[in-house]
């Protein structure tokens, strides 16, 4: 699934189902990625459903359309973030229209995107890398306070204040640029008991590419404008991979599910256990779905 290699889309199948894919109609996918989901709905539509896909991420966004090229016009790839999704559908209703916010492989094994501090690389994460503040800019340039807050608020990091405090001392004698830095300015200022399980500068990253990539910014307005977006009988899936996310999700969903539509999923669809052996960074997904009701 997905001729990219190294790239495996999560939880195709439960997608699939749950969306209700079947021949013709209109899909859309907006946050297309390496287009692994994208490539599983052409298939299932044809022959003669349509796709459009958004991404923000234009290096990836190239890459999914050599992977999409085989379906010809069914496919229509651009570049946008999913937030603008409603204004660009020109009144088109959808069949479908499925999210996943996490951050693809190719993303994160990218050294030079600096998302993670397994491989040393600059301080960027930002996935539109056409313009914007940059994680550098973010660590070395707010003030400390600002900076805790933001690293508690999207990092849930209770040592948020020890860690903002530890960066503020390392930039005064001289900038951060690399997420190996960082990563050691973290791990040493955090306390010894957050060091058990993951690494202790998880959380500090999260927070950062969240703040830098604004991806909860308007999260629950645009679920419930895209919603708007679907035909009759019209679904929506959402993967997400973080506990804010999700609940953002949760939250807009129960309040549309008081206003003509129908949840799908009462609890979040988890990856099972094959799944997550085959593919590790599967286990924190959490997908859920919900319907338009049928016109009376």
């Known amino acids: 699934m997905g001729s990219d290699a190294g790239h495996v889309p999560i939880l195709v199948a439960e997608v699939l189902e749950l969306l209700a894919v079947r021949p013709g109609g209109l899909w859309v996918d907006g946050t297309v990625g390496l287009g692994g989901h994208a490539e599983a709905v052409l298939r299932a539509t044809a022959p003669d459903g349509r796709l459009l896909g958004w991404d923000r991420d234009t290096e990836t966004l190239e890459r999914a359309q050599a992977t999409l090229r085989p379906f010809g016009d069914r496919a229509r790839l651009e570049p946008g973030d999913y937030r603008e999704i409603p204004g660009r559908l020109a009144g088109e ?5 499925l999210l996943d916010l996490g951050i693809s492989s190719a993303q994160l094994d990218d050294p030079e995107r600096g998302l993670s501090f397994q491989a040393d690389g600059p301080l960027d994460m930002r996935m539109d890398r056409r313009g914007g503040e940059t994680a550098a800019d973010v660590v070395n340039q707010l003030p400390e306070k600002r900076l805790a807050d933001l690293i508690y608020a999207y990092g849930e990091e209770r040592a948020s204040r020890r860690i903002a405090r530890a960066i503020v001392r390392a930039r005064g004698r001289g900038p951060i640029r690399t997420t190996a830095e960082l990563a050691e300015i973290v791990r040493r200022a955090a306390p010894r008991g957050s060091r058990r399980g993951f690494h202790p500068a998880t959380r500090t990253f999260q927070a950062l590419r969240i703040h830098v990539n604004r991806e909860l910014d308007g999260l629950g307005d645009a679920l419930a404008q895209l919603a708007a977006c679907l035909a009759p ?18 939250t807009t969903f129960r309040g549309l599910s008081r206003r003509g539509y129908t949840l799908l999923t009462k609890k979040p669809v988890r990856p099972s256990e094959i799944e997550t052996r085959s593919n590790p960074r599967a286990r924190s997904a959490r997908l859920r779905a919900l319907a338009r009701e049928e016109a009376a």
């Open 233 to 250: 009988a019209g679904r929506m899936a959402v993967i997400a991979f973080h506990s804010l996310e999700d609940r953002e999700v949760k």
């Open 93 to 97: 209703r959808a069949d479908g229209i």
